[in-house]
């Protein structure tokens, strides 16, 4: 699980929690895992792999997988857990991004939109939206409640190879074999 010291519902631009001591940050941030642990119960891992598989995995009490996830074409190059633990996204050379229950491992959705190999995903701190980076030069902002593309975002001159989020939720960070480096704000 990732997480910060902010709380998502109470961003905006800027924090007076920014202005806290590291110590106190550190702590607000263990005490909001903590929450989610107890809400989510047993730890889970989720790996993908160049077969085109992922395998959800419970670590703490499961030595075998607790299920093969299957539906990408192609090599998968990156999964994440959403920050709620509820969902998996997961990436592809088959042009998607794949949607998957965080607990059970079973398939929900396909976002399509990307011309090229995808090959990061971020979720937004409050699992609302997620951001993917390609080889088509994009980004796509995709809002996982209705799995609809939002906002396409071009702007690279060449492959995306990396994206996330601010803690705060208010901006996304993208990089590239264009040895650029984009900050987008809402």
Same mark, same amino acid.
């Given at each position: 699980m990732r997480t910060? =010291?902010? %709380?998502? @519902?109470? =961003?905006?631009? $800027?924090h007076a929690a920014d202005m806290d001591s590291p110590e106190n940050l550190? @702590?607000? =941030? /263990?005490? &909001?895992? !903590?929450?989610?642990r107890k809400a989510s119960g047993v730890e889970r891992l989720v790996s993908g792999s160049d077969d085109f598989?992922?395998?959800?995995? !419970? $670590?703490e009490t499961e030595k075998k997988p607790v299920e093969r996830m299957t539906g990408h074409q192609g090599t998968v190059t990156q999964v994440c857990f959403s920050p709620n633990g509820n969902l998996i996204a997961s990436a592809s050379f088959d042009h998607s991004?794949?949607?998957? !229950?965080? $607990?059970?491992? @079973?398939? $929900?959705a396909s976002l399509r939109g990307h011309v090229q190999r995808v090959y990061q995903v971020a979720w937004s701190a409050d699992s609302r939206l997620l951001v993917s980076g390609s080889q088509d030069s994009t980004l796509k /902002?995709?809002?996982?409640?209705? &799995? &609809?593309?939002?906002?396409?975002?071009?702007?690279?001159?060449? %492959?995306v190879y990396t994206v996330d989020w601010s803690?705060?939720?208010? &901006?996304?960070?993208?990089?590239?074999?264009?040895?650029? /480096?984009?900050?987008?704000k809402k």
């Open positions: 910060g =010291a902010v %709380d998502p @519902k109470d =961003a905006d631009v $800027i550190q @702590k607000q =941030a /263990l005490l &909001r895992y !903590n929450e989610f598989t992922l395998f959800l995995w !419970n $670590i991004v794949k949607l998957w !229950n965080g $607990i059970t491992g @079973k398939f $929900i /902002l995709w809002e996982v409640k209705s &799995r &609809r593309l939002t906002v396409d975002l071009p702007g690279h001159a060449d %492959d803690p705060d939720g208010q &901006r996304v960070v993208s990089g590239g074999k264009d040895k650029v /480096l984009k900050v987008w």
